[in-house]
């Protein structure tokens, strides 16, 4: 279970009244959420509403202002080892594949940034060969993918990839950041189905951040809606078109149009 207990998050302003000033401007207000094992939360907002900052926080990156994180009952900011221990649980997918993956690095070396931290993290000495034939098949491609550059693959080849080396190193939670919004719907579809066999398969927790609401009704069992930083509903994706919250309906009436 990863726990979001009243997070409070602010930047420096830019806009500053003196010139060492220390103006902050909010970007979440209050934010607590509950993650239960093997289910999907999606987090929706708007474009600067505060879920990658949100993002942030959870995968161990923004120490918060206030409020905690805690995973299995353990708090992440508190030590030194609780972080480890996030660390050790929670692998992260963004959405720029192509950054993400050094073009320099074949896919076999991508993959093995994942195989690495996992030798690390279980003090164990893998066959790295085997297991990345294997990651390559799970995530749909083939052990002739492993000696080519990120150049040579497509955007949906190369997040599978980026796929394959977050679950290299077995995270119980994966944090996907806006991971499908760069690709054709087409290519969405194909990588939501792979995401809910891997969920089954191996029976992960996913955090999908993302703006785009048919991708939560396709993948996620709740949803949490996001708007200038406060949490506006938190509610089951079979219950979505009985929400109360403004946002959510606006939403979801722009899609019932757009069908
Ligand atoms: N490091 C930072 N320093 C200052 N302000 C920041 C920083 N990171 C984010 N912000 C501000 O926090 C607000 C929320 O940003 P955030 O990236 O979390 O939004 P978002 O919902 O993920 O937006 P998008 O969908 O466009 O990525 C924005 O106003 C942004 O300018």
């Known amino acids: 279970m990863l726990e ?32 239960p094992k ?29 409020g905690e994180l805690k995973i299995h009952g353990t708090s992440v900011y508190a030590s030194r080892s609780g972080r480890k221990n996030l660390q050790k649980r929670l692998g992260v997918v963004f959405q720029d594949y192509t950054t993400s993956a050094n073009p320099r690095f074949r896919v076999k070396e991508i993959i093995a940034e994942g195989l ?24 749909g491609l083939n052990a002739s993918y492993a000696d080519r550059y990120p150049h040579e693959l497509s955007g949906g080849q190369l997040q599978r990839v980026c796929i394959a080396r977050a679950v290299a190193c077995q995270p119980e ?54 708007y200038h930083g406060r949490i506006t509903e938190h509610i089951p994706v079979s219950h979505i078109a009985e929400t109360k919250d403004e946002y959510a309906k606006k939403l979801l009436a722009s899609m019932i149009e757009f069908d």
């Not at 931290?117 to 098949?137: C, D, P, S």
Request: with cysteine; net charge negative; proline share 1%.
């Open 4 to 35: 979001v207990n009243n997070v409070c998050v602010s930047f420096r302003s830019e806009r500053q009244e003196k010139l060492f000033g220390t103006t902050r401007d909010q970007v979440l207000f209050d934010v607590s959420l509950k993650v």
């Open 38 to 66: 093997g289910t999907c939360l999606g987090i929706l907002g708007e474009s600067g509403s505060g879920k990658s900052t949100l993002g942030r926080v959870i995968c161990g990156l923004l120490k918060p202002d206030s």
């Open 116 to 139: 690495s931290a996992r030798e690390r993290n279980q003090k164990v000495r893998l066959n790295r060969i085997e297991e990345t034939n294997h990651l390559l098949e799970l995530v």
């Open 173 to 226: 939670i994966i944090l996907f950041d806006e991971a499908i919004s760069s690709l054709d719907a087409h290519t969405q579809v194909q990588i939501m189905d792979l995401l809910r066999e891997l969920k089954e398969k191996l029976g992960l927790t996913y955090i999908f951040i993302t703006h785009d609401l048919t991708s939560v009704t396709y993948l996620c069992d709740d949803v949490l809606f996001l």
